[in-house]
């Protein structure tokens, strides 16, 4: 054991872990470059310089630092908040989920289709070392399902939509964390009949209260997939979809809706006019493989959260080898 005297300083390129006990618990790992994520604000000073505490420190690939401090010290400012449709958690670990998710490093990961009670996954998945989990199963089994994992304490949290209407498919989660409102949400699709178009639009209906009743001072963001595409940036063949659940006139008009109250689509901000980026793939053809997607996975926020937002990006690796859909992240500076 090492004793971290006055100004010891330490690099970001020095560790592979960083736990804050007491306070946070975060993962870095290196990449082929032995540095840190390049994609993703580590949060760290470029040199760690500490009052007083206790550490052990080894090199090595499998060892690790541990820092433990004992004031009220963040070395964090940042939080990056990621959305992923897993298409089924129980397939998604078997295809690598543990592997992008130790890339991605988020701090509050939001899932929707998750397709699984939490006493249906393994231990390890059920209740996650060095997270703060919220599962809202459907009543059928199998079948959507939302979760929320923070590495921040939840404060306070609220399953399903309220007195607005039905939640028996598991389809939004709300909790406070950090000092943030993060809702994940995942919308009906329409695709498969009529009557489940009905149902996603009394979705849309009542979700469109639901944004209408958060607060306007306190910061919030929501996050998941919506099964609308806005645009015709936002899906690569606009013209033979425009009649296809998803893309239909009144959908991308109740999105803009949505835009014009006041919320941002934060992924769309970030990268502009431009066509995509995609999160969603159709199996058919070589969709996927050349990246002819549909954009329905987002991140938005309202006008006292928009200040925080940093950058955003879509992991595409992620929907070609885990899921049908990309994982998306947003950045923030709390």
Not at 200 to 215: A, D, G, H, N, P
Not at 254 to 268: I, N
Not at 297 to 316: E, G, Q, V
């Amino acid at each position: 054991m090492a004793y971290v005297s006055l100004r010891d300083s330490l690099t970001t390129r020095q560790f592979q872990t960083l736990k804050y006990d007491g306070f946070h618990k975060a993962h870095a790992t290196q990449n082929r470059n032995n540095s840190l994520d390049p994609n993703k604000p580590s949060g760290l000073p470029k040199s760690l310089s500490f009052s007083f505490g206790v550490a052990t420190t080894k090199r090595g690939p499998a060892l690790s630092l541990h820092v433990f401090l004992t004031f009220g010290l963040w070395l964090s400012k940042f939080m990056r908040i990621t959305t992923w449709n897993v298409n089924g958690l129980r397939a998604a670990i078997r295809k690598g989920f543990r592997r992008h998710l130790d890339t991605i490093q988020p701090d509050v990961l939001l899932m929707q289709e998750v397709r699984a009670r939490p006493d249906q996954l393994p231990e390890e998945f059920r209740n996650p070392d060095g997270w703060h989990v919220l599962w809202n199963p459907a009543t059928r089994p199998g079948y959507s399902g939302t979760a929320i994992w923070s590495r921040h304490p939840l404060v306070s949290h609220e399953l399903g939509i309220g007195q607005l209407g039905n939640d028996d498919e598991g389809r939004l989660i709300e909790a406070e964390i950090g000092g943030v409102r993060v809702a994940c949400v995942y919308l009906p699709s329409g695709s498969s009949s009529p009557e489940r178009q009905a149902v996603k639009e009394v979705w849309m209906k009542q979700f469109r209260v639901w944004t209408e009743l958060r607060s306007r001072e306190q910061p919030v963001i929501f996050g998941g997939d919506v099964n609308v595409a806005h645009t015709e940036r936002d899906i690569f063949y606009a013209k033979s979809n425009a009649q296809t659940s998803g893309f239909l006139p009144h959908e991308r008009e109740w999105f803009g809706e949505l835009l014009q109250s006041g919320w941002h689509d934060l992924v769309r901000e970030h990268h502009g006019d431009i066509h995509g980026p995609y999160s969603w793939w159709s199996n058919r053809g070589k969709a996927r493989e050349l990246d002819r997607g549909w954009r329905i996975d987002y991140l938005l926020c309202n006008k006292a959260a928009r200040p925080l937002f940093k950058s955003a990006t879509i992991h595409r690796e992620g929907g070609l080898e885990v899921s049908d859909h990309a994982p998306v992240s947003i950045d923030l500076d709390l």
